[in-house]
């Protein structure tokens, strides 16, 4: 057993707090990583605002890089010393979508089974079955990614969540390919990290909105080709002007908002793809003319991690950064200490970076 500090969500909308945090050597199939940095995510503050669920005290942060500490009978994956990216899915191979072949959706994803619990022994709810706000976390070895150790651990972390979820949005769900035209609606880390991934596979129009010219400014630089702020004007009629009146063949929704889904919705060309990777609440609800969603063909489609599969994707994405092809680093916007992540929180909310590191 381990003790380590780590970043506590003890109910709802309260500010959370540092805890002391025990974490048990790793059991059959199970990884104990030395957290190095884990990036603050959207998510991490939507299970303190209650909004995922009411499983409190929840153990925050999901977006890490660390090195193998030790591991459990029967992993062979990693090793210690190893350097690795933790993914909140790992395939188990059995369930109805992995025994289809189809493991980028594994129904049945698999988590350490030893709970980390507070001092008192009370369990925690380690965020997305990780739990990353700490110097030590216990994982399942399937969530151990190992990758090219000369990655910046800042930098490589956000791969296993926000990054991943925006160019798999656009690579993976969107299916963006050469010559498409796509529009990016809401440039946090996840949508511009969807413009990265739309640049990166060849479309010629990429269109940034937000509501915040910061958010666009950024949005240029990793690929956008137009901005739009969609304060005062109405985002689909400037996306139809800049596609000849057609409108996009993808139109990705990274906010999570039924005003920006039914934008999306109507921004896209005929037969066009929506991609919802924004993470709505419970209360929200969309009401669409039934004829229009038939009429104008396509599909709706969700984004789950951007429908990746860790060991495929994040060894190729962390060489394409460290090849100079995607720039994970401008994503940085800060490092921070881990007890920063409340002030970090109210950064995210006034949309002054795209992410904040704790940098352990
Ligand atoms: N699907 C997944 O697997 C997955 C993974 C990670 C995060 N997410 C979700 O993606 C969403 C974005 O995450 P993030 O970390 O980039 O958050 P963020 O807060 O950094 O970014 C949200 C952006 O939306 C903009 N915005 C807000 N209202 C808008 C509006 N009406 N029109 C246009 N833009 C608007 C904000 O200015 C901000 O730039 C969140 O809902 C998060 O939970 C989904
Ligand atoms: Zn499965
Ligand atoms: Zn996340």
């Not at 529009?183 to 915040?212: E, F, R, S």
């Amino acid at each position: 057993m381990h003790e380590v500090k780590g970043i506590i969500s003890k109910s709802k909308k309260e500010p959370v707090t540092l805890e002391k945090v025990l974490v048990p050597d790793p059991g059959p199939g199970e990884v104990l990583v030395e957290v190095k940095a884990c990036g603050v995510c959207h998510t991490d503050l939507h299970y303190r605002e209650g909004s995922i669920s009411n499983d409190f005290p929840f153990f925050l942060g999901h977006e890490a890089a660390g090195v193998v500490f030790s591991t459990g009978p029967g992993v062979e994956n990693v090793a210690p010393g190893d350097f690795v990216i933790l993914a909140w899915r790992s395939p188990c191979g059995t369930c109805r979508s992995c025994s289809r072949g189809r493991p980028w959706y594994c129904f049945e994803s698999r988590n350490a089974t030893q709970k980390m619990t507070l001092a008192d022994g009370t369990p925690l709810s380690p965020a997305l079955g990780i739990g990353a706000f700490a110097e030590l976390t216990l994982v399942g070895a399937g969530q151990a990614i190992k990758v090219n150790s000369d990655a910046d651990p800042a930098a490589a972390g956000l791969i296993g969540c926000g990054i991943m979820a925006g160019l798999g949005a656009a690579i993976n769900t969107g299916n963006v390919s050469r010559g498409d035209s796509v529009a990016v609606i809401g440039c946090g880390g996840v949508g511009n990290a969807a413009i990265a991934g739309a640049k990166l596979a060849g479309a010629h129009t990429i269109i940034a909105v937000d509501i915040d010219d910061r958010k666009l400014k950024w949005a240029k630089e990793f690929g956008a080709t137009h901005t739009v702020n969609s304060i005062g004007q109405d985002p689909v009629d400037e996306i139809r002007k800049l596609t000849n009146g057609n409108g996009v063949d993808v139109a990705i929704e990274a906010v999570g908002n039924p005003l920006t889904y039914e934008q999306a919705f109507y921004c896209r060309d005929l037969a066009g793809i929506v991609v919802l990777v924004g993470v709505p609440t419970p209360d929200m609800k969309i009401e669409l003319p039934l004829l229009d969603v038939f009429g104008r063909g396509g599909s709706l489609k969700s984004s789950w991690y951007g429908d990746c599969l860790p060991t495929r994707d994040f060894p190729v994405y962390i060489d394409l950064y460290l090849q100079g092809k995607l720039p994970l680093e401008k994503f940085v916007s800060e490092r921070i200490s881990l007890n920063e992540v409340e002030q970090s929180f109210q950064k995210m909310q006034r949309g002054e970076v795209l992410r904040s590191v704790v940098v352990l």
